[in-house]
T-cell receptor, first 116, second 113 residues
Framework: ETGVTQTPRHLVMGMTNKKSLKCEQHLGHNAMYWYKQSAKKPLELMFVYNFKEQTENNSVPSRFSPECPNSSHLFLHLHTLQPEDSALYLC???????????????FGPGTRLTVT | KNQVEQSPQSLIILEGKNCTLQCNYTVSPFSNLRWYKQDTGRGPVSLTIMTFSENTKSNGRYTATLDADTKQSSLHITASQLSDSASYICVVTSSKNTDKLIFGTGTRLQVFP
């Protein structure tokens, strides 16, 4: 286990539903990330939070709404999604902003989302 | 444009055999390169990290190499086991933009008995 948990692990939702993904890290990190992983595509960074403040929004559609109430919890609120939003959504945390040779990102197991 | 390309896309080998996965990148200026292992239904887990000055790093049966001049890296797996079946993702960070990881599409490895 990496110390990052995600719930639910699987989610099927209709295009008119509203649902939320939850991520929790038990590592004492201050940065948290949401990624989208689609088949045969590289991981796509969606959002970055550092000390609860959003520092990156990678041109994500507004039907995805993140929330970071504290450094240990991260949510992704979903509404009026499209079938092409079906993917694996991964949460990660680190000790700071990624890179620099030291700030390893630890990933959760992901939520497999299917939009029907 | 900063990119990371991996080959092959998929690979099938028999248990006990060795294999080598390739990663080419165009990221500049370079900061570090990581190899991640992602089991089916799981998140990626880091295997190795290398900076500019390192050209080899091992983690058990996994050995990563880095040639910063040609911007190439490889991951060599020795004496493969069934549990090595996974996707292996090459990830590069630029020192110009250290808050973003640049991911390859991964190599899907299947090890059969």
């Amino acid at each position: 286990e990496t110390g990052v948990t995600q719930t639910p692990r699987h989610l099927v939702m209709g295009m008119t539903n509203k649902k939320s993904l939850k991520c929790e890290q038990h590592l004492g990190h201050n940065a948290m990330y949401w990624y989208k992983q689609s088949a045969k595509k590289p991981l796509e960074l969606m959002f970055v939070y550092n000390f609860k403040e959003q520092t990156e929004n990678n041109s994500v559609p507004s039907r995805f709404s993140p929330e970071c109430p504290n450094s240990s919890h991260l949510f992704l609120h979903l509404h009026t999604l499209q079938p092409e939003d079906s993917a694996l959504y991964l949460c990660a945390s680190s000790n700071g902003l990624a890179g620099g040779g030291g700030d390893e990102q630890y990933f959760g197991p992901g939520t497999r989302l299917t939009v029907t | 444009k900063n990119q990371v390309e991996q080959s092959p896309q998929s690979l099938i080998i028999l248990e006990g055999k060795n294999c080598t996965l390739q990663c080419n990148y165009t990221v500049s200026p370079f900061s570090n390169l990581r190899w991640y292992k992602q089991d089916t239904g799981r998140g990626p887990v880091s295997l190795t990290i290398m900076t500019f000055s390192e050209n080899t790093k091992s983690n058990g049966r996994y050995t990563a190499t880095l040639d910063a001049d040609t911007k190439q890296s490889s991951l060599h797996i020795t004496a493969s086991q069934l549990s090595d079946s996974a996707s292996y993702i090459c990830v590069v960070t630029s020192s110009k933009n250290t808050d973003k990881l640049i991911f390859g599409t991964g190599t899907r490895l299947q090890v059969f008995p």
